[in-house]
T-cell receptor
Framework: GAGVSQSPSNKVTEKGKDVELRCDPI?????LYWYRQSLGQGLEFLIY????????KSGLPSDRFSAERTGGSVSTLTIQRTQQEDSAVYLC????????????FGAGTRLSVL | AQSVTQPDIHITVSEGASLELRCNYS??????LFWYVQSPGQGLQLLLK??????LVQGIKGFEAEFKRSQSSFNLRKPSVHWSDAAEYFC????????????FGQGTELSVKP
């Protein structure tokens, strides 16, 4: 596609439910990143994919968070048993090869946990 | 550890006035540096980047930034601000040996007075 696409744009869920957030990167981009933007913590790195592998998962805040990438393209971030502190905007970015290359961001998914 | 500091949380300037947003970084090698802008409800848009070479870099929308190694700074400037520049601005360092993940500053919110 022309840019990074994220869905849904907004998600409201109840505490304890599982949610899946989707990211469709720019076609041909091998590197994909997830970040979280929250009022208290600013913009935080969550996980990095190179192809379908995730060499850096160091930013995932707990084992309730997981992510996968299939076919070197679409990625899904899953949050199990959501908590109120998970409320944030989840941003996805992609770049052509990783390293120091420019990352292009999607518009984000705003997650609200009630 | 790598870090980025944006000392000013909120800045207000008059339309037509000059602008400088401050950014200081901590990084053990030559950094990859970025400035991104975020308008309400939008993802991050790249304004400019520094990888190497000329320490004064030009970006989109009339912005420029200067890399000063001795001061560990990468300040963003614009000679004449337009009302449409009101947004949040983020400075970031790319961690090259960790897949290029971005470490962001806390952001500076810019308001423009008519």
């Amino acid at each position: 596609g022309a840019g990074v696409s994220q869905s849904p744009s907004n998600k409201v869920t109840e505490k304890g439910k599982d949610v899946e957030l989707r990211c469709d990167p720019i076609s041909g981009h091998t590197a994909l990143y997830w970040y979280r933007q929250s009022l208290g913590q600013g913009l935080e790195f969550l996980i990095y994919f190179q192809g379908n592998s995730a060499p850096d998962k160091s930013g995932l805040p707990s084992d309730r968070f997981s992510a996968e990438r299939t076919g070197g393209s679409v990625s899904t971030l899953t949050i199990q048993r959501t908590q109120q502190e998970d409320s944030a905007v989840y941003l996805c970015a992609s770049s052509s090869t990783g390293g120091g290359n420019i990352q292009y961001f999607g518009a984000g998914t705003r997650l609200s946990v009630l | 550890a790598q870090s980025v500091t944006q000392p000013d949380i909120h800045i207000t300037v008059s339309e037509g006035a000059s602008l400088e947003l401050r950014c200081n970084y901590s990084y053990g090698a030559t950094p990859y540096l970025f400035w991104y802008v975020q308008s309400p409800g939008q993802g991050l848009q790249l304004l400019l980047k520094y990888f190497s070479g000329d320490t004064l870099v030009q970006g989109i929308k009339g912005f420029e930034a200067e890399f000063k190694r001795s001061q560990s700074s990468f300040n963003l400037r614009k000679p004449s601000v337009h009302w449409s520049d009101a947004a949040e601005y983020f400075c970031a360092v790319g961690v090259y040996n960790q897949g290029g993940k971005l470490i962001f500053g806390q952001g500076t919110e810019l308001s423009v007075k008519p």
